[in-house]
């Protein structure tokens, strides 16, 4: 069973502070992604990295950045983190295959309050 | 851009059947995905299409056709534990891209 986990399920951090939100998969997947789910909006696609050290902006890549030193860690920080910034935030994980290789396997989910 | 459009919510009878549409326009495309999301909790896989036409798995089924830029997941003999948001994405190069999500009460 593939597995992805996330470091917390709940977080509050205040306005300025630097957020760390951590992300591991144990199926030795190439591709891993960040996304934010806000009610009406969906899932938004933040960052992505397709390999080790490699990373690509996604749609809202604003006020955030990623990084991605081992295959199995995606790490998403919010530099200053802000109130619009309140939000579910979802990792997952894909292999590099064809077809249905490419399903996208969700972490439970942190979701962050920035007062 | 991307731009997906599904039902904001539907409502059923335990038992019944029911139809989420999803339709899109995108720049890319290989092949669609259906996730189920439980509140609270993560999506999780449901169904996947790249060809056209309908992939049957037990109670859900997924219809494709990519001329019409046009999908729908089907869910029978609906059961209370069927109550969810259902999120149609379409893969772009091993990109999703997520409509808002259906959300599917089911009532007694």
């Known amino acids: 069973d593939v597995k992805v986990t996330q470091s917390s399920r709940y977080l509050v951090k205040r306005t300025g502070e630097k957020v760390f939100l951590e992300c591991v998969q144990d199926?030795?997947?190439?591709?891993m992604f960040w996304y934010r789910q806000d009610p009406g909006l969906g899932l938004r696609l933040i960052y992505f990295?397709?390999?080790?050290?490699?990373?690509e902006k996604g749609d809202i890549p604003e006020g955030y950045s990623v990084s991605r030193e081992k295959k199995e860690r995606f790490s998403l920080i919010l530099e200053s983190a802000s109130t619009n910034q309140t939000s579910m935030y979802l990792c997952?994980?894909?292999?590099?295959?064809?077809?249905?290789?490419?399903?996208?396997?969700f972490g439970p989910g942190t979701r962050l309050t920035v007062l | 851009g991307q731009n997906i459009d599904q039902p904001t919510e539907m409502t059923a009878t335990e038992g019944a059947i029911v139809q989420i549409n999803c339709t899109y326009q995108?720049?890319?495309?290989?092949?669609l995905f259906w996730y189920q999301q439980h509140a609270g909790e993560a999506p999780t896989f449901l169904s996947y299409?790249?060809?056209?036409g309908l992939e049957e798995k037990g109670r859900f089924s997924s219809f494709l056709s990519r001329s019409k830029g046009y999908s729908y997941l089907l869910l029978k003999e609906l059961q209370m534990k069927d109550s969810a948001s259902y999120l149609c994405?379409?893969?772009?190069?091993?990109?999703?891209?997520f409509g808002a999500g259906t959300t599917v009460t089911v009532r007694a």
């Open positions: 299409n790249v060809l056209d």
């Open positions: 997952a994980s894909s292999s590099s295959g064809t077809g249905d290789t490419d399903t996208q396997y």
């Open positions: 995108t720049s890319g495309f290989n092949g």
């Open positions: 994405a379409v893969n772009d190069d091993y990109k999703l891209s």
């Open positions: 199926m030795d997947h190439e591709n």
């Open positions: 990295s397709y390999d080790v050290k490699m990373k």
